[in-house]
């Protein structure tokens, strides 16, 4: 079993914009640091293309300052371009390792350090007059080269957020679907199956080669209690693709259909 006792959850695109749209409407403007913080708690697969799940912390948020901002959503970006519209800069983020897992055959594997990516996004942002309404497309690339080298990973995100006013004024739905592609060395470290790998696990060898590696589609729901309180729950159902969906660690030991859920509680700064 994965033991990550002080894990801040990298899901890859978590939905935050309404509510920072909500935010920004509902608390007035300012000339100072505006933002959104949620933290809460979720289920997470024990490793990439797990069937099992673990428990673990969960935290999103933004701080604005102007048109610049410090987002995080799976990972640490910097928006340092000064526009309404257009964002970019560098990100950071953390990819979790795969160790003593549920599953015993994975877990005879050889086991996977974490790693701190880094590199750099882009994107593309409209909001409405109203701020709770918006569309925003974004770009990454992550590299994972520090502590252990992961691999470079491409996503591309779309998503929308508006509010459900005809339910309620302080009610705000997300919806992104995100597509990642990985190289080879990162669709290996996560999905192959090398010799001692699989004398250990008795899987066949496997080489994962560069390519797709999941498309995802992902809801966000707030409500607002107050114009600094909300109540939420974050979802996510992402498909393996390619060599991820067919690999041993996931066929045989797992699955390509990956879940993901939790319940937070938000604070406008």
Known sequence: MRRF???VLAIGQVLLSASAGWCQDAAGSSDGVQGYVALGAGLLPDYEGASKYV?????DGQANLGN??????GSFKANIIDD???????LIGYRMGRGDVYDGAIARMQHIRYSVTDGGFVEYEHLAQDPRSGERLTLSVADGNINYQSGLEVTLAAMVHRPLTFIDEGLIAAM?????FGDGKFMQTSFGVSGADALASGFPVYRAGSGAELTSISLSLDQYLSPKWSVGVRMRYARLLGDAEESPVTRIA???????????????L
């Open 5 to 7: 006792p002080f894990l």
């Open 254 to 268: 797992g699955s390509p259909d990956q879940l993901f859920g939790a319940v937070v509680v938000g604070y406008v």
């Open 176 to 180: 992104e679907i995100d597509t990642s």
């Open 68 to 73: 610049y901002f410090l987002r995080f959503d």
């Open 84 to 90: 309404e519209n257009f964002h970019a800069g560098p």
């Open 55 to 59: 428990v673990v912390p969960y935290f």
